[in-house]
């Protein structure tokens, strides 16, 4: 059977003064949109939210020739994240906005020595990362912006100038790809490395319940809300009998919503037999947790 190809509804977009070739969309995660762009007669950093079919835009910097290369993302805690280019300083500049504080961006220099951004992505555990040529265009660097602090490495250099294209992109486990083009050997290059070393994300758990059904069978009732990163992440139930020294995953005597990995969401139940997983040691030592990782 194939599948039905939907619509595509096509707009012409008007509010957007001095639009240039420069400018980048991202989608916010309610899927609404959001775009950041160069203002090509003032020389500007702008961005703005498409509201009620109409786009509401603002000046983020407007330190005279700033914004070329911009690259627009937002995280899923609704965090934008904006990283653009300052031919002033020839530098590598970050604008962060948290969406509920409204209108307040946050400027800072994450390299004093680059040019062209060739793209921005946010990992698993929502590091932001962004790469781009150094000065010279002979290095292909990659600033990390984590918890408001960052780091700059060296992904590859060359003796010949790089191309000033390029794109980054990662996938749900955790990869980070780079694709990138030498000049001199025309030749396409690609970098790739796992984020998953660089930390987890872990699931924030809230609304928990855990109440003893039956009695002596040991039916345990877990009620919970679960929040993190779906299909990311492994999120699994463990259990211990001995305050937590040693842990097991409980997959063969629980039902409900569980199977290989912890539900993920709203008002999520799990039943679990602990008297057939810890037959007579049901105890005051028992203890549940939920974790999350990459099952490795």
């Not at 199977?259 to 040691?281: L, T």
Request: hydrophobic share 35%; proline share 3%.
């Amino acid at each position: 059977m194939q599948e039905e190809i939907p619509d595509w509804q096509i707009n012409i977009e008007e509010g957007l003064d001095n639009l240039s070739d420069q400018y980048n969309l991202a989608l916010h995660p309610d899927g609404s949109q959001s775009i950041a762009y160069y203002d090509s007669q003032n020389r500007n950093l702008m961005c703005g939210d498409r509201i009620d079919d109409q786009w509401q835009i603002e000046i983020i910097d407007d330190q005279d020739n700033v914004g070329r290369f911009c690259k627009l993302a937002y995280d899923r805690q609704d965090q934008g994240n904006i990283t653009y280019y300052d031919a002033n300083r020839t530098a590598l500049k970050y604008a962060g906005w948290v969406h509920e504080r409204h209108q307040i961006w946050d400027m800072n220099i994450l390299d004093d020595d680059a040019s062209h951004v060739l793209g921005t992505t946010n990992s698993i555990n929502d590091k932001l990362f962004v790469t781009y040529l150094d000065s010279d265009m002979h290095s292909l660097n990659v600033a990390i912006l984590s918890n408001g602090t960052n780091s700059v490495s060296t992904v590859f250099e060359s003796e010949s100038n790089l191309e000033p294209f390029g794109e980054i992109t990662t996938n749900q486990f955790g990869s980070i790809g780079i694709v990138f083009k030498n000049s001199d050997q025309q030749s396409l290059l690609l970098a790739q490395t796992d984020t998953r070393t660089l930390g987890l994300m872990q699931p924030n758990i809230s609304d928990l319940v855990v109440r003893q059904m039956s009695f002596p069978s040991h039916q345990v009732e877990i009620l919970y809300n679960l929040d993190a990163p779906v299909n990311q992440l492994g999120i699994r139930m463990l259990i211990s009998n001995n305050g937590g020294q040693n842990w097991i995953v409980p997959v063969r005597n629980v039902w409900g919503d569980i199977g290989e990995n912890v539900q993920i969401g709203q008002n999520k139940r799990i039943i679990w037999n602990a008297g057939i997983d810890f037959p007579e040691q049901v105890n005051s030592e028992m203890k549940i947790r939920i974790i999350a990782d990459d099952g490795r």
